[in-house]
């Protein structure tokens, strides 16, 4: 430990005595901390995101519609398989629901109008067709007001729940309940303000309505045939034998017969999280890949500035060998120094890591954040380039003949 502590000491003193020389070696280093350190927080941001959103779905909710990319049923020679496929229908979803293993399902169908009220007017606004049971997979709450009921949706009510954007931008300091807005030219009323829970991406600051399925199919002007489904299966039943059950209904409600493959999919939030993670697999490999070439760089620098070292220092290493310090002695000195070196600058991408982090968090939807794995990683991917690299001049150090040193001008 006394030997530990000194080799650190000596190190922190070069340090101090050459900041210039010190400070471009530690840069490579410090670079490489940082990526590792910035990436790293945005994958786990991601991950976070990702999880925090399917929770909201609950664990067992599976997506059902007509094409999921990314399957294995793809044909080279038909870029869009899914022309083959039938879109999926409300009859189809109200068979589901009727299912005793499930629960309960929620369809939805996008589209965009103009929302109107009083003379202001928002173009493009999104507007989701959905049927009564959506808050219960959507998350966030609905304070003040409430959904629309199953009989409104049942009747086809011009009833709308728009989020709180929406109702900050079109109605300002005014309460919007019980209001009447104009989409796409037809009165609705404000039943009910939704707050949504954060988004990984941004989704909860755009302006969205949510109307009666019924009434979106009947007054909205949408791209038909990309209905989706969100199933729900019963609390006691199992996530396979929810999918079995609707794999099989949906067979036999389109005809299909043994052998032909299903002209819909059905796809769990395993299947999703699984393709998240081959994306970021790229962003791994790339973090990988631009660390290891800024401690390359801090590497030659600490090769660099230990040779350096070792030059100034021979007298020095002449009269420790003298005075009977051992190779082994020298060598691990040398060896610390290194480490010492390389540590600072992980010390110094970390927390400029950290700050990136923290402005990325705040900056974008991104909910970006430093794991205590990337911190130990970074540090000890710091520390061992300072060992790799010097190990020549250590070596070096630890050759030195005594008496040739002590000569040494």
């Not at 003379?119 to 007001?145: M, Q, V, Y």
């Not at 090769?303 to 082994?328: D, N, Q």
């Amino acid at each position: 430990m006394t030997a530990l502590f000194e080799g650190v000491g000596i190190a922190l003193v070069s340090l101090r005595a050459h900041k210039m020389r010190a400070a471009l070696t530690i840069l490579g280093v410090a670079i490489g901390v940082t990526v590792v350190m910035v990436i790293g927080a945005m994958i786990s941001g991601f991950n976070k995101g990702i999880s925090d959103m399917l929770s909201s779905l609950g664990p067992k909710t599976f997506w059902v519609g007509r094409y999921w990319g990314g399957q294995n049923d793809e044909d080279p020679e038909d870029p869009n398989p899914w022309r083959r496929r039938p879109p999926m229908t409300v009859d189809e979803a109200n068979h589901l629901a009727q299912l005793p293993s499930i629960a309960f399902v929620v369809v939805d169908e996008y589209a965009s109008a103009d929302v109107e009220f009083e003379g202001h007017r928002f173009s493009a606004t999104a507007i989701r067709g959905r049927n009564a049971d959506w808050p219960k997979i959507e998350g966030g709450h609905i304070i003040p007001g409430r959904s629309f009921t199953h009989i409104e949706a049942a009747a086809n009510a011009h009833v709308a729940v728009i989020n709180s954007k929406l109702a900050e931008n079109l109605f300002g300091q005014r309460d919007p309940m019980n209001r009447r807005i104009k989409i796409a030219g037809l009165p609705y009323e404000v039943v009910g303000i939704y707050e949504p829970p954060p988004r990984l991406f941004g989704e909860a600051d755009r302006p969205e309505v949510m109307i009666p399925h019924g009434t979106f199919r009947k007054d909205m002007p949408f791209w038909p045939g990309w209905m989706d489904m969100f199933v729900v299966p019963q609390d006691s039943v199992s996530l396979d034998r929810a999918i079995d059950d609707v794999t099989m209904s949906l067979r036999t409600m389109r005809g299909l017969r043994p052998g032909q493959k299903n002209n819909f999919d059905a796809v769990t939030q395993e299947v999703y999280v699984q393709a998240i993670n081959s994306f970021t697999l790229v962003a791994r490999v790339l973090m990988v890949a631009l660390s290891m070439v800024g401690l390359m760089v801090g590497g030659i620098g600490v090769v660099a500035i230990m040779m350096i070292s070792v030059t100034e220092r021979t007298r020095e290493i002449g009269v420790r060998k003298a005075l009977g310090a051992t190779r082994r002695e020298v060598l691990w000195q040398f060896l610390v120094e290194a480490a010492t070196l390389t540590l600072v600058g992980g010390v110094v991408g970390l927390i400029v890591g950290w700050l990136i982090s923290l402005f990325l968090a705040a900056a974008t939807p991104v909910p970006a954040y430093v794991p205590i794995g990337s911190v130990i990683l970074a540090l000890s991917a710091a520390a061992v380039t300072g060992l790799l690299f010097g190990i020549y001049p250590a070596t070096k150090a630890a050759r030195l003949d005594p008496v040739e040193a002590l000569r040494y001008e």
